[in-house]
């Protein structure tokens, strides 16, 4: 059985103000197919975990990271699940989470836990193994970025340089870091209207701290296919992969990525009802960042070796 309290809160915050936008039968289908994909969510076989690192293995306000989380990975990838941590962060990646594994494990058992890691940097530029060799790069197309960055971009930030804490511009993508978050929309709002108008094809979309401007072809989900098809090939047969990410929102970086079945995000939600689930629990809490992320690690049941089900109804 569903939980019909955890089922009500999860519609209210995915429907939000939206309901008032439909119809009667437009929105008795949506409840359906959230339902039936919520449903699905919590019924099926996994074989493999995605992550978003910043905004779900730690809290962004604290920036602590919870070692009971990576004592779960440990478990996890002992069981032949592979791990695939994603960001728009570059190598830095690879080694925050191989430091904290190696915090919790044996020299013995380090070798073991990270053969099941994989990491997508840079919103999908490049996806490495736990040995920082490269399984996956996109075509680079840094110099085209900047000189859009320099002819275009910067003079949409003209009056907002104030709240602009720096600029990258590396690995296909432009990393603007804006921490006020109206500011942020605001400077969102007008380099894709910029890119609407010009045709130009590019992703802007807004992460925890700013905002990243990527090539069209690129993303954490399009980077997740090009891995699942490797270890399809290499003996590791991915069908279902379990997601979770905290930029959920049609503007977010995690929008296409978890907007699919098995995807639950630990801070921003979308409106579309095929995933991008919040994590609530039994007793109807929405719970947030790397306390979500426990919540769903917690509910995981290993069935056999490099396979699991969630056991949140």
Do not use: W
Not at 178 to 187: N, P, Y
Not at 247 to 260: A, K
Request: proline share 2%; charged share 25%.
């Amino acid at each position: 059985m569903i939980n019909l309290r955890r089922l009500a809160v999860i519609m209210k915050l995915k429907l939000c103000d939206y309901a008032f936008e439909m119809q009667k039968k437009e929105l008795c289908r949506y409840i359906v197919k959230l339902g039936y994909q919520y449903f699905k969510t919590t019924r099926i076989s996994y074989n493999a975990i995605s992550v978003d690192f910043d905004g779900v293995f730690n809290n962004p306000f604290t920036k602590t990271i919870d070692e009971l989380l990576f004592r779960y990975i440990t478990y996890f990838s002992r069981q032949k699940i592979p791990i695939i941590f994603l960001s728009g962060r570059g190598t830095s990646l690879l080694e925050e989470v191989l430091e904290n594994v190696r915090k919790y494990t044996s020299p013995s058992t380090y070798l073991i836990v990270t053969d099941n890691l994989y990491f997508v940097t840079y919103n999908g530029a490049t996806i490495y193994d736990s040995n920082y060799s490269v399984i996956y790069t996109e075509k680079d197309v840094t110099n085209k970025l900047k000189k859009y960055f320099y002819e275009i971009v910067r003079d949409l930030l003209i009056g907002y340089e104030k709240h602009i804490e720096r600029v990258k511009i590396k690995n296909n993508n432009i990393q603007i870091f804006v921490s006020d978050d109206t500011i942020r929309r605001i400077i969102l709002t007008k380099i894709k209207g910029h890119t609407i108008h010009s045709r130009i094809s590019l992703n802007i979309r807004e992460t925890g701290k700013g905002i990243d401007v990527y090539p069209i072809n690129m993303g954490k989900h399009i980077a997740l296919k090009h891995l699942m098809n490797y270890l399809n090939k290499n003996s590791k047969e991915i069908r279902n992969v379990l997601r979770i990410a905290d930029q959920g929102h049609e503007h977010g970086t995690d929008f296409e990525f978890l907007n699919t079945i098995g995807g639950f995000t630990t801070d921003k939600v979308s409106h579309c009802p095929y995933g991008c689930f919040p994590v609530v629990s039994s007793n109807g809490l929405v719970l947030k960042f790397n306390e979500a992320t426990k919540y769903i690690f917690k509910h995981i049941k290993v069935t056999e070796k490099g396979t699991f089900q969630l056991l949140i109804r």
